[in-house]
């Protein structure tokens, strides 16, 4: 706090010495050192800044200028409400912690706070001053808006930028002093923050690095320095361009922070020739008319150059960005120029190929392509060039590239064409798939083994199949013979017991053939996709299968425009319907089919109004060989409604059933619309 007193002190003495006779400064540096202390510190230490101001200003106008006590502390409070007029408008409308981080904000930070606060306080100012030498308001209020505006617009912006590079630079002295009495101190380094409090460069420099580059600086403000001396402090030479050439190279140098210094530089030197009727602005004319001559210089110098500064630094920060990015992208990033040198890469891509970064930059493409398809890939990479369109990753096919040990290895490559300061280059997005196509080569392995197997093992069934069905054929007949060989002369209990042999015997032979199919239940043998339509589907079941005379089918809803696998759709249909009949508890039923439409899905169900299922055999019914009837009394094997669920959850759909004992039962499956294999 007593930092800013004393240079709130300085900057009022300066801007005194800039003053019109009786009237008051023309331009008014507190104005910026002021709005600069309240937007850098806490609220909380706002109290001891505005005493610090205000002893400051006391000081200046009571003690060195001979004004009242009542006309100084009324020019406090007008400087006072500005300044904070100014911190409400820079929290209110603009970012913060407030930084000149782009040209959108220095454009906002000149036509808010050091216009509008300005205005402001120039209306309490004015009527101080005409009020108590007895001076024109309007002009009273014109120089102390414009003197107070430029202040604001000249050091706000170097104290912004100058306070983070001190205390980055003193942090550093200070860290450097206490590591050096470590035996084990690494090289100390810092962020030397050029513009912004938030600038972090990708390059970290040491402390050798930063006074050379504080030297250079200072070199380029002595420079400066020199010629708008030369230029305003008396010369009549046509050269105040040059000025302009320094201001450029500070601001592309050192961005914000350096055409902040540059502009107060010049301010200072511009405005001291002037007063004393010397340089550019004082060819024949009076003070007065000088004076503003320099504020609009000042105005639109520094408006300008600040524009340019941020405008780099967004530049510089967007470019940093992409080089972050660039580096921590889990995927190999290169870029070649037109040439195919390659100019940057990330880490990643020097940990595919086995190189250190440092050993690829400047490199041809070449020493990443094998040799034998150099030729080929330059042909590509020129035809890339003459149309380049951006080729998304796992469009083309794979290439192939050269570890440094010099091993092959399988890439997929994606390309998008760049153009830096007008010229084009190629980004590379580099992805190995060695372990993608280890585990395509054990997928395709595994299929193939599987494929095997679903063949074996339908040669077993097959085999399994027809092995046993070959005894049982001789079983059935061996009763038959008998039957006819002892004819009506067979005693009632041994015909029984015949009839009951050829019966599990046919069982058997109905087993088997169900386990047969149950084996190949779900295998998507059929690839064409055939219209559906849910009551021609019924019509071709009901051809096929025995519907008893007591019982009706019907459906409800269709399935217009819907394609699939016909025969699995087909096969699941006519279980379920005969799956209802079979187990009805009366001679004559309905069986009701129905079909909606449900998003991704059609959602089939068949329900009838047999004797239901009692809950505790729900979580059952879906299992291989579970029937609800004693197998002497009632016909199937308990297979059905399994082939069902495995065909149902082949295709990619589910299948439930409702029931309640006594009121029917319902099936219902979802059937997907897209099939896929």
Not at 131 to 147: E, K, L, M, P, R
Request: with cysteine.
């Amino acid at each position: 706090m007593a930092l800013t007193g004393v240079g709130y002190f300085i900057c009022a003495e300066f801007s005194h010495m800039l003053s019109f006779p009786g009237e008051v400064a023309t331009v008014w540096l507190p104005s910026g050192l002021s709005l600069s202390a309240f937007l850098y510190v806490e609220r909380r230490s706002w109290p001891l800044l505005l005493l610090a101001t205000l002893l400051a200003n006391l000081s200046s106008d009571v003690m060195l200028h001979a004004k009242s006590f009542p006309v100084s502390f009324g020019f406090w409070i007008s400087n006072t409400t500005e300044t904070l007029s100014a911190v409400w408008l820079i929290r209110r409308y603009m970012r913060t912690p407030f930084r000149f981080h782009d040209w959108q904000t220095v454009i906002m930070f000149a036509s808010l706070p050091c216009l509008l606060s300005t205005a402001l306080g120039g209306l309490l100012g004015a009527t101080v001053i005409s009020i108590t030498y007895d001076a024109n308001f309007v002009n009273a209020w014109q120089v102390w808006w414009s003197g107070d505006a430029i202040g604001m617009l000249i050091l706000t912006p170097f104290m912004l930028t100058s306070i983070p590079v001190a205390i980055s630079i003193v942090t550093s002295l200070r860290l450097s002093r206490e590591l050096a009495k470590s035996p084990k101190s690494q090289p100390i380094t810092n962020e030397f923050v050029a513009s912004q409090t938030d600038r972090f460069t990708t390059s970290r420099l040491s402390l050798k690095e930063i006074f050379k580059s504080i030297g250079v600086f200072i070199l380029f403000i002595t420079l400066l320095a020199v010629i708008t001396q030369y230029v305003f402090g008396g010369q009549d030479l046509p050269i105040a361009y040059v000025v302009y050439l320094v201001l450029l190279c500070l601001a592309l140098r050192y961005e914000v922070m350096g055409s902040a210094w540059g502009i107060l530089v010049v301010a200072i030197i511009v405005l001291l020739n002037t007063s004393q009727a010397q340089g550019l602005f004082a060819h024949g004319l009076d003070l007065k008319t000088s004076m503003f001559l320099v504020q609009f210089y000042l105005v639109i110098s520094s408006t300008a150059f600040l524009i340019l500064g941020a405008t780099v630094r967004e530049k510089r920060v967007a470019r940093e960005q992409s080089m972050q990015t660039l580096e921590t992208s889990p995927d190999g990033r290169l870029m070649v120029d037109n040439n195919g040198q390659i100019k940057t890469v990330n880490t990643a891509l020097a940990k595919i190929f086995g190189y250190n970064s440092d050993e690829l930059i400047g490199q041809h493409l070449d020493i990443l392509i094998p040799e034998e398809t150099r030729i080929l890939h330059k042909k590509h990479f020129m035809q890339f060039l003459v149309s380049p369109d951006s080729r998304p990753m796992g469009k083309g096919r794979l290439i192939k590239g050269i570890h440094k040990n010099r091993q092959l290895i399988p890439l997929e490559v994606g390309l998008s064409p760049l153009e830096i300061n007008s010229e084009p280059y190629v980004l590379a997005v580099v992805v190995d798939v060695t372990a993608i196509k280890k585990q395509e080569e054990e997928l395709l392995k595994r299929n193939e083994e599987l494929a095997r197997s679903n063949r074996e093992l339908d040669a077993f069934v097959y085999a399994a199949s027809h092995d046993l069905k070959s005894p049982l054929r001789g079983l059935e007949s061996l009763v038959t013979w008998i039957e006819e060989d002892m004819g009506e002369t067979i005693p009632p209990k041994s015909a029984r017991h015949l009839a009951q042999a050829k019966n599990r015997v046919q069982r058997m032979g109905h087993l088997l053939n169900d386990l047969l199919l149950y084996s190949r239940a779900g295998r998507l043998t059929e690839k064409e996709l055939i219209e559906i339509q849910l009551s021609e589907v019924i019509r071709d079941i009901l051809e096929l299968i025995d519907v008893p005379a007591g019982f009706t089918v019907v459906t409800v809803g269709d399935t217009h425009g819907f394609k699939t696998a016909r025969v699995p759709l087909m096969q699941c249909l006519q279980n379920l319907i005969v799956n209802g009949i079979k187990h009805h508890h009366k001679q004559s039923g309905q069986i009701e089919v129905s079909a909606r439409d449900d998003g991704d899905y059609i959602d089939f169900s068949v329900t009838d109004d047999g004797p239901g299922i009692a809950p505790e055999f729900r979580s059952r019914i879906f299992e291989m060989f579970q029937t609800l009837q004693p197998r002497d009394t009632q016909e199937g094997s308990g297979i059905g409604l399994a082939i069902v669920k495995k065909i149902v959850e082949r295709y990619g759909g589910t299948i439930s059933v409702e029931s309640n004992l006594g009121a029917g039962t319902t099936f219902r499956f979802k059937w997907p619309k897209q099939i896929t294999e």
